[in-house]
């Protein structure tokens, strides 16, 4: 007997279903299992290596469309570029992005929700990545740029690309921080597979990303990091800031490990790059503008 | 009669020195293949030691002291200074301190409108008083005996004499930022035409770009104040955190240098280890670094040796043959510290180098009308 064509076809697609079935679903009560991460020598999970973000978060933590400009102005039939940023046509608008947020939702309270608004408003001269300024925690994770993390037994500590911020994770907690700081003073603790972070002590100088998303300087971030493969951190930042939101609120993405031979930070020193910026006009002979 | 008995005490003891790091990197090095990689390592309290069998070189140390990098003139050869001598300059500045540390007189006048003319920062208009001054109190010892200067290499304890070439490339280009400039040396506006003109003349500390007196290193050299610095080490890279200005220096281990087209503001540092020495190799400077007025062909070479369970002895080679006819050698003790480090947020607080190009200005401005009242 000759198969016709749509029968050869059905038998096949029916092994093909078979097969892919039996590879997505587990044998009933049989999980597969956790992934264990390689181990440093005291027995912990090991995080050392180069780390980055490869999100929009840094443009936006929440869900948004693409946008014209970070700057924006109106124009006849809708927000157009702002003259200070309109040369860079393209390369300046903002890309779009799924968010980072739990729910895409910040419990804002309402004056809070207004001076981000503001925030967005005046974005060139409000933002304090425009003036390289030390980006704090969480932001400093997912901006555009790899870190470093530093693990032994005996400490715990953060290196960043993006204005060669650092952290210091005290593993023994120090007490209240004495003073605040742009980068907050960070205390950290074991969970099992994951390691915490309690970061306090912030000024209220930092943001979350370029859309103006704030706190004050009551912030406490809780931070997860666990190791989910060879190359992946799943990262969690708890925001909890009572002057600022109604209740606390999370954004959680993987990053990622910079996998290339030859990985490794360089100097991002942006300080040098804002100086025209910051105090162009008082040169003995300003450049044109 | 005393200085040449001092001479002959330092001799044999950095000969003894020396022949016994020579012997322990020789021990040290003989064993990792006559010993299976995993085999337990040596343990003891007086040189604690990583997993991987190597010296753990982890803390927080402060490399603030008394001895300068450049041994004073008064010195001469004289690399160490008598217990007497130590105790009573250790004792000059401890008093200079407490009396520093009384009460002012609160019916004191203003002082003069634009210093009373001193050296000291700002004219001594009141820049840094005794609570922003964290230099130490005591000179280093190595080997059990108090140093007059940093440098132990030329003999006289001094930077040597710069090439002709350089004199010339730095006579070119006078006020131009170094990475060792110390604060509070500004020439002032009169006496440094052009270095208020723009912020790239500004040193490079007054920009935040990074610390001043070359605390960033290499070489990491004792200032002024904020001397903390925090050793972590991994498997792969040791990382020196400066405190000023929050710089992290990342050492690969067993690497190759960044191709000569990369340029860092304080090199590329790979390391390995010599026995029970942690050597640190630095190429790859920028021309804007200028450490003592060199190349981006400067050369560091960095030796850090556990000495006991508290202090670490820090050695270093510069070599620049654009500027320096011959290397030099530095080495002192960084000894830890349970000091907290606190972030050294530089630039986000600068209000300093905008008011003086502000202020430069100003001056131009008022120059410009007693020119034209004048007239």
């Not at chain 1, 290339?260 to 162009?280: H, I, P, S, W």
């Amino acid at each position: 007997m000759k198969l016709g064509l749509r029968s050869v076809l059905a038998v096949v697609a029916a092994v093909a279903g078979a097969v892919a079935i039996s590879l997505v679903v587990p044998v009933s009560g049989q999980q597969a299992p956790a992934y264990r991460a390689p181990r440093t020598p005291d027995g912990h999970p090991d995080l050392n290596g180069i780390w980055q973000a490869n999100n929009e978060a840094n443009w936006d933590i929440q869900m948004h469309v693409a946008r014209p400009a970070l700057a924006l102005r109106a124009g006849p039939y809708g927000p157009v570029p702002a003259k200070d940023v309109l040369a860079l046509g393209a390369v300046g608008s903002v890309p779009p992005g799924m968010g980072v947020v739990e729910g895409n939702e910040i419990p804002y309270k309402p004056e809070a929700l207004a001076q981000k608004k503001k925030n967005q408003d005046n974005y060139l001269t409000s933002d304090p990545e425009v003036k390289c300024y030390l980006p704090g925690v969480p932001r400093a994770n997912y901006m555009p740029y790899p870190f470093q993390i530093f693990q032994s037994p005996k400490a715990f500590f953060i290196a960043y690309e993006y204005a060669g911020a650092t952290r210091n994770v005290y593993l023994k907690d120090p007490g209240p921080a004495p003073v605040d700081s742009w980068m907050g003073q960070s205390v950290g603790h074991w969970e099992g597979e994951t390691f915490v972070i309690d970061v306090t002590g912030f000024t209220d100088t930092t943001w979350f990303d370029r859309a103006g998303n704030f706190h004050s300087e009551a912030l406490h971030v809780t931070e997860r990091y666990t190791r989910t493969s060879p190359d992946v951190i799943q990262y969690e930042a708890t925001i909890d800031d009572p002057k600022t939101f109604t209740k606390p609120w999370k954004m959680s993405m993987p990053l990622y490990r910079r996998v290339e031979k030859n990985a490794q930070l360089m100097d991002f020193k942006c300080v040098e790059f804002v100086e025209e910026l910051m105090y162009g006009q008082w040169r003995k002979k300003p450049l044109s503008q | 009669m005393r200085s040449h008995i001092s001479i002959a005490i330092a001799a044999a003891a950095a000969l003894a020195l020396s022949a016994t790091l020579l012997a322990q990197s020789q021990a040290t090095r003989g064993t990792p293949t006559a010993r299976p990689a995993a085999a337990p390592q040596p343990k003891s309290t007086m040189n604690p030691r990583t997993a991987d069998g190597h010296p753990d070189l982890q803390g927080v140390y402060d490399l603030a002291t008394l001895t300068p990098l450049e041994r004073p003139p008064m010195f001469g050869n004289n690399l160490t200074l008598t217990p007497q001598q130590a105790k009573r300059l250790e004792q000059q500045v401890a008093d200079r301190k407490e009396q520093a540390a009384r009460p002012s007189d609160s019916n004191r006048a203003a002082p003069p409108i634009g210093g009373d003319g001193s050296t000291g920062a700002a004219g001594n208009v009141g820049g840094y008083n005794n609570f922003w001054i964290d230099n130490g109190s005591e000179y280093v010892t190595v080997n059990g005996e108090k140093r007059t200067s940093i440098i132990v290499d030329p003999q006289n304890g001094r930077v040597p004499q710069v090439t002709a070439a350089a004199r010339q490339r730095q006579a070119a280009r006078p006020n131009v930022p170094t990475s060792d400039q110390q604060e509070g040396t500004d020439p002032g506006l009169e006496r440094a035409p052009g270095a208020y003109d723009d912020p790239e003349r500004r040193p490079l500390g007054e920009r935040c770009l990074l610390g001043f007196g070359s605390t960033s290193g290499p070489p990491s050299l004792p200032v002024l104040y904020n001397n903390l610095h925090q050793i972590v080490q991994t498997r792969d890279t040791i990382m020196i955190l400066n405190e000023m200005d929050h710089d992290a220096r990342i050492i690969r281990m067993n690497a190759e240098h960044l191709p000569s087209t990369v340029r860092k503001w304080l090199g590329d540092s790979v390391g390995h280890w010599e026995g029970d020495t942690l050597v640190v190799d630095t190429t790859n400077f920028t021309d804007k670094t200028r450490f003592r007025g060199s190349t981006d062909q400067l050369h560091v070479v960095e030796r850090f040796t556990r000495i006991n369970d508290k202090t670490l002895l820090y050695r270093f080679t510069v070599e620049d043959p654009a500027t320096w006819s011959q290397s030099w050698t530095g080495e002192y003790t960084w000894p830890a510290t349970d000091t907290q480090l606190f972030e050294y947020a530089c630039h986000e607080g600068n209000y300093a180098l905008g008011n003086i190009l502000r202020g430069a200005r100003q001056r131009d401005a008022e120059e410009a009308a007693k020119k034209s009242g004048n007239r």
